[in-house]
């Protein structure tokens, strides 16, 4: 079998209305509403025991010694386990070359690097006795601190401590870059300046904590885990514990969000997996909002310093970027390293920018690992590209939205290839922000307007032009994996059919989605189709859904499946129209001879003959009625060339956000009075998931333009957050309306012209903010170098800016 | 030797529940969110932080709304409980879940009962400028949808403008 997949629906279908572009309703939501959804906490077995983890107190530390005997006195607790006991287990495994191994065992052995991490896991009949005891092996163990790091300042000083002892230093990842071409640029240009940009460390938070439960059977072990990728949990316990694989089922139950953070494999995946086996019966844990602050991978904690060469004229000639990400202690699979290299990678965004040179370091500090989190890595380089384009305008004197028309990528420049390798097939680019300004052009009047009397309110504006790479490549990230999924689809006796994927749910409606492809595919209606997913037993292998692949993926597999079992289907019912194969055209779930609309035969009888009345088949046909796509996206790559180039992504859509905010003088207080969305993913499956897609993803990214930070005190590395008081979640008064309107620019390259979505909403809010509280206290001089953007940063930088002119 | 380890104490938890009536030999400790879940096992009441702050876990006791991981099941000894499974009657939607449903205010389905709950427990007559609903639902927390389709779906069945 060749890789060759095709690209459309098969032209035998004849369909009277199309499923694909239709607001079809979401099949997902009947149990929520109800309660009736099976989420993991949902899940208990007969003779279950509950488990809590022994987290570390301190952020970095030896562990001395650990006293697990008042513990184990405690009535009701069954076990305690330390990382002594899991000996046989192997450590995390370290398969990106270019990187320093970190090889963290799933309970820590004799060092601890972040307050958090698991040490020892108490097995208990209940939660609540489970956490007593947790809290009675803390109290017994003995740790002899160490100097802790912070942040990057600390982690990078001359002397500073070491998080691994046989590192020369704390950098995970080290790549300097040098362009000749970027040295010219810079001896050319007019003007340069120097400037320093900041991402503050924030989250995904799904609303659903983590959660696994494991069992055994005769060698044979089950575990759900709220995950985003059952199947890479499999292998990763199998290559970890040494059970063979296909005796792991690995169950992603219903999932209350992810967002990124959920793709990781935690130890608890493994520990859980482990336990169940040791004690021989069903064990879960589940995991509290506290651990899931503490432990739930962190992301975006990015510091970009930056050397623009810019002419007189508002022209950027370079762009010299080094992305330091500050990563945690780095003990987390997979890596948090791929991050800042998306960062780089996508750091233009929608503009086409002459040179660019992007320097890559990962720097490990006593801080929760960081990792995946919806736009990894993208919001983090716009905020820093936007904030370059209005510096340069403001420099220039350049009206902020024509610096950006002259840069934007133009329908003609398609293909294009990004400085990092991105090849950006197709886009709106251009169109879609000229929409924007104009939508938000409408609602700026107004809102000056509304406070033109009070002088202690300003008013402004803000853009960003956005790529969103999507179904990126895993081996980048893992050093493993790559970018196929898969799709089995069997049509049963009754004409009804079911879709294995590989990929997984967790609550974006990719069940709808599915079934919308799948009918299409096989010109049946969305009702005519089960999906599965999410379980490593009925579902074909898979990475998962993360990087807003599921589209592609989803479309590229399902299309080779059913274009496989059309072509059997049709030679069946060939044979049974007493036919010629070629002569047979499929209308709404009948085959029959084109031009003649009887007699038909339909997919029920097909499948009856395939299954069950196989005496009917042609002579000498196999029976059955079920095929597998492996689907390996086009276009997409998973090494970089000579030259460092990668097209890690295979595609990318694209986008403009513009936004209009208030700001008020005296108190900095900001409230975002209007935001618009331009988007732009290609053909789109299901509009208004789509646009749910849209809304959630502005509103994670207002939280990190506004309000989410993680802070940790610098003297001991501890977090100063336990619980939503500490970090702020944006509620429904924060989160503003927004207008979302979408152009359809088909992918060329990829099935059915699909881009996929997710992120892209994400990525835009940061750099807007910034660029409209800029725009409002323009003659104040105020300029926003970090995020979050809030009333206390607003009037730190109007103090800053009119110091030695008096503060207003 | 008496046990005087901190889940040893026990209490007589007695309730109706969605019209159910039950009673329950618990640890005193015991949070009424896991009283509902784990106890009489109605699993649709979810918890989400544990600290009184997301909503998920709200349900309404004896008329009002309030969140059921951060009382004691003790504390609602007596009491008349409704959770999100006495919403619909033999599996008709109420028109907010209908709502919901319509108008794509729901993606992951983890915080919509609380959302449901609090809904419920109000006079939609106190509710009647679109900001007073965003106020209204500013006690709930969600991660996915944004809740712009939350407030299109519940000003849809009361009937508020959006301006």
């Known amino acids: 079998m060749t890789l060759d997949s095709p690209t459309r629906i098969n032209p035998m279908i004849r369909h009277r209305a199309s499923h694909i572009g239709r607001a079809v309703p979401r099949r997902e939501d009947r149990s929520p509403l109800m309660g009736r959804q099976r989420y993991i906490a949902d899940l208990k077995l007969p003779g279950m025991l509950e488990v809590a983890f022994v987290r570390s107190p301190e952020a970095h530390a030896r562990i001395v010694s650990i006293d697990t005997a008042p513990a184990l006195a405690l009535p009701g607790v069954h076990a305690v386990f330390t990382g002594a006991d899991l000996a046989d287990v192997d450590l995390f495994p370290h398969k990106i070359l270019y990187i320093q191994p970190v090889r963290q065992p799933v309970l820590a052995l004799d060092q601890v690097r972040y307050v958090g991490s698991p040490y020892a896991a108490v097995v208990a009949t209940d939660r609540y006795v489970a956490e007593d005891a947790a809290t009675l092996v803390a109290a017994y163990t003995e740790f002899e601190p160490l100097p802790t790091v912070a942040d990057l300042d600390q982690a990078l000083a001359e002397n500073a401590p070491r998080l691994y002892d046989d590192w020369p230093d704390n950098y995970l990842v080290n790549f300097p870059a040098e362009k000749p071409e970027v040295t010219q640029a810079f001896e050319e240009a007019d003007h340069t300046f120097s400037d320093t940009y900041v991402s503050q460390r924030q989250t995904g938070l799904p609303l659903e904590c983590r959660g696994v439960l494991a069992d055994v059977h005769d060698g044979y072990f089950t575990v759900w885990s709220s995950t985003q990728s059952p199947h890479i949990v499999r292998t990763t316990i199998a290559e970890m514990t040494g059970i063979p694989e296909p005796r792991i089922r690995v169950i992603a139950p219903a999932m209350g969000g992810g967002f990124g953070t959920k793709t990781h494999i935690y130890p608890e995946d493994v520990v859980m997996t482990w336990i169940a086996g040791k004690l021989g019966r069903p064990v879960r844990w589940l995991e509290d909002r506290f651990e899931n602050l503490l432990t739930g991978v962190h992301a975006r904690d990015q510091r970009h310093e930056v050397d623009v060469a810019y002419d007189d004229d508002g022209t950027i000639r370079a762009v010299r970027c080094k992305a330091i990400c500050d990563v945690g202690s780095g003990e987390i699979f997979m890596p948090g390293t791929a991050t800042v290299f998306v960062t780089g990678g996508c750091l233009t965004g929608g503009y086409d920018l002459p040179n660019m040179e992007v320097h890559h370091f990962c720097v490990v500090t006593n801080k929760t690992p960081s990792g995946a989190y919806r736009g990894f890595g993208v919001p983090e380089g716009m905020f820093v590209m936007e904030r370059i384009i209005d510096r340069v305008a403001r420099l220039t004197g350049t009206d902020p939205v024509e610096i950006r028309r002259r840069m934007i990528l133009q329908e003609d420049q398609m293909p294009y290839e990004m400085h990092g390798g991105g090849r950006i097939d197709s886009g709106s680019h251009a169109k879609a922000f000229e929409r924007a300004v104009e939508m938000i052009g409408e609602s700026l009047e107004l809102v000056r307007a509304r406070y033109a009397d009070d002088p202690d309110v300003r008013v402004g504006v803000g853009y960003t032009n956005y790529v969103e790479p999507t179904t990126p490549t895993y081996h980048l990230t893992t050093g493993f994996w790559a970018g196929g999924d898969s799709a089995t689809i069997r049509v049963d006796p009754d004409g009804s059919v079911r879709v294995g994927l590989g990929t997984t749910a967790l609550g974006q409606g990719t069940e709808t989605t599915a079934a919308q492809l799948a009918a299409e595919s096989l010109g049946l209606h969305p009702d005519d189709v089960t999906v599965v997913m999410g379980d490593t037993d009925r579902a074909p292998y898979g990475l998962g859904a993360w990087g807003s692949r599921s589209a592609i993926v989803m479309s590229g597999s399902i299309l080779m499946a059913a274009d496989r079992l059309i072509t059997k289907a049709r030679d069946i019912a060939a044979h049974l129209l007493e036919a010629a194969a070629e002569d047979v055209v499929l209308s709404d779930g009948n085959f029959h001879v084109s031009g003649s609309d009887a007699p038909t035969v339909s997919w029920s009888q097909v499948a009856t003959s395939a299954w069950v009345r196989t005496l009917d088949l042609p002579r000498g046909m196999e029976p059955g009625l079920e095929m597998t796509g492996y689907f390996e996206p086009p276009e997409l790559e998973h090494l970089p060339d000579m030259s460092g180039k990668v097209n890690a992504a295979a595609s990318w859509s694209n986008g403009a956000h513009a936004g209009v905010v208030s700001v008020r003088i005296s108190t900095g207080e900001i409230k975002i009075e209007d935001y618009v969305v331009v988007h732009d993913c290609g053909t789109m499956i299901n509009p208004m998931i789509i646009d749910g897609q849209v809304h959630g993803g502005v509103a994670q990214g207002i939280a990190g333009a506004m309000y989410e930070h993680f802070q940790y005190d610098t003297e001991t590395a501890r977090p100063l957050f336990a619980s939503f008081m500490e970090y702020l979640y944006p509620t429904c008064s924060e989160v503003p309306a927004m207008t979302v309107e979408h152009f359809e620019t088909p992918s060329p390259e990829q099935p059915l012209g699909v881009k996929g979505c997710g992120e892209g909403g994400t990525i835009g809010p940061a750099a807007v903010v910034a660029g409209a509280v800029d725009d409002a206290l323009a003659d104040l001089g105020v300029e926003i170098k970090a995020t979050p953007v809030t009333p206390s940063a607003i009037r730190e930088a109007i103090r800053e800016a009119t110091a030695g002119g008096g503060e207003r | ?163």
């Not at chain 2, 969605?18 to 009424?32: E, K, S």
């Not at chain 2, 896991?34 to 702050?53: A, K, P, S």
């Not at chain 2, 951060?70 to 709502?99: F, H, N, W, Y």
């Not at chain 2, 993606?107 to 109000?122: K, W």
């Open chain 2, 1 to 163: 030797m008496m046990d005087t380890s901190p889940g040893s104490r026990e209490v007589d938890v007695a309730a109706t529940i969605n019209g159910m009536q039950v009673t329950h030999r618990v640890p005193a400790r015991l949070l009424l969110s896991d009283f509902i879940r784990d106890v009489v096992g109605l699993t649709g009441t979810h918890v989400g932080c544990e600290h009184g702050y997301c909503g998920a876990c709200t349900v309404i006791v004896d008329g009002d709304a309030i969140r059921s991981c951060s009382t004691l099941a003790v504390q609602a000894d007596g009491s008349t409980i409704r959770t999100v499974e006495d919403l619909a009657t033999d599996g008709d939607l109420t028109p907010m879940q209908q709502a919901f449903h319509e108008n794509h205010a729901m993606q992951c389905g983890f915080c919509t009962a609380g959302f449901l709950m609090t809904l419920e427990s109000v006079d939609p007559d106190d509710y009647r400028e679109p900001e007073q609903v965003v106020d209204l639902l500013s006690g709930n927390l969600c991660r996915c949808t944004g809740y712009q389709n939350i407030v299109n779906a519940v000003c849809s069945v009361w009937e508020v403008e959006r301006s």
